[in-house]
T-cell receptor, first 116, second 115 residues
Framework: AQSVTQLGSHVSVSEGALVLLRCNYS??????LFWYVQYPNQGLQLLLK??????LVKGINGFEAEFKKSETSFHLTKPSAHMSDAAEYFC??????????????FGTGTRLQVTL | NAGVTQTPKFQVLKTGQSMTLQCAQD?????MSWYRQDPGMGLRLIHY???????DQGEVPNGYNVSRSTTEDFPLRLLSAAPSQTSVYFC??????????????FGEGSRLTVL
């Protein structure tokens, strides 16, 4: 069974500061890994995903994440936070089987607050 | 582009009532799924379908039924609503099969309150 742990249900940063949202996963097979963002009263939007190849993945809005197999981590970063980044962020994992690659398991989410 | 469309966006039910949450997608995706989102618990998979006529249970299926008669539609039925089913429900779809990398496309959610 797969699982995801997101450390910190709430993270607060100042505008212009580094954003670091932590995600650790557990999977018995090489995983697909995802970060989704949810703005208030909206659905989830894909930020980025890791499937294969380069372990540093770049996504939308200046976010990136690095897959570290030895640490079973997929932390999300952004060098400089903007007020518009305030949202809830979800890390998710799935396996690579064709029939279940879309069966994502989500973490509990991290709410990012950006202050002036 | 419509993408994944959910209706209704808001619904209030009394305990014991039944209702159906509708989900439709226009991307010809084989895979469709329903999640519920509760504070502090993230999203949990209720049911999913890998194609018309094929459905299976997820992590929290009790109290919910689904069917998949067409590729486009995947309704979620609450047979006898309970307060524990108060939640925000998301429908999501995906390409499936060889080459699938798992990315889900989400609807905007349906907020259900059971009194």
């Amino acid at each position: 069974a797969q699982s995801v742990t997101q450390l910190g249900s709430h993270v607060s940063v100042s505008e212009g500061a580094l954003v670091l949202l932590r995600c650790n996963y557990s999977s018995s097979v090489p995983p697909y890994l995802f970060w989704y963002v949810q703005y208030p009263n909206q659905g989830l939007q894909l930020l980025l995903k890791y499937t294969t190849g380069a372990t540093l993945v770049k996504g939308i809005n200046g976010f990136e994440a690095e897959f570290k197999k030895s640490e079973t981590s997929f932390h999300l970063t952004k060098p400089s936070a903007h007020m518009s980044d305030a949202a809830e962020y979800f890390c998710a994992v799935s396996d690579r089987a064709a029939g279940t690659a879309s069966k994502l398991t989500f973490g509990t989410g991290t709410r990012l607050q950006v202050t002036l | 582009n419509a993408g994944v469309t959910q209706t209704p966006k808001f619904q209030v039910l009394k305990t014991g009532q039944s209702m159906t949450l509708q989900c439709a997608q226009d991307m010809n995706h084989e895979y469709m799924s329903w999640y519920r989102q509760d504070p502090g618990m993230g999203l949990r998979l209720i049911h999913y379908s890998v194609g018309a006529g094929i459905t299976d249970q997820g992590e929290v299926p009790n109290g919910y039924n689904v069917s998949r008669s067409t590729t486009e539609d995947f309704p979620l039925r609450l047979l006898s609503a309970a307060p524990s089913q108060t939640s925000v429900y998301f429908c999501a779809s995906s390409f499936s099969g060889t080459g699938n990398t798992g990315e889900l496309f989400f609807g905007e959610g349906s907020r259900l309150t059971v009194l």
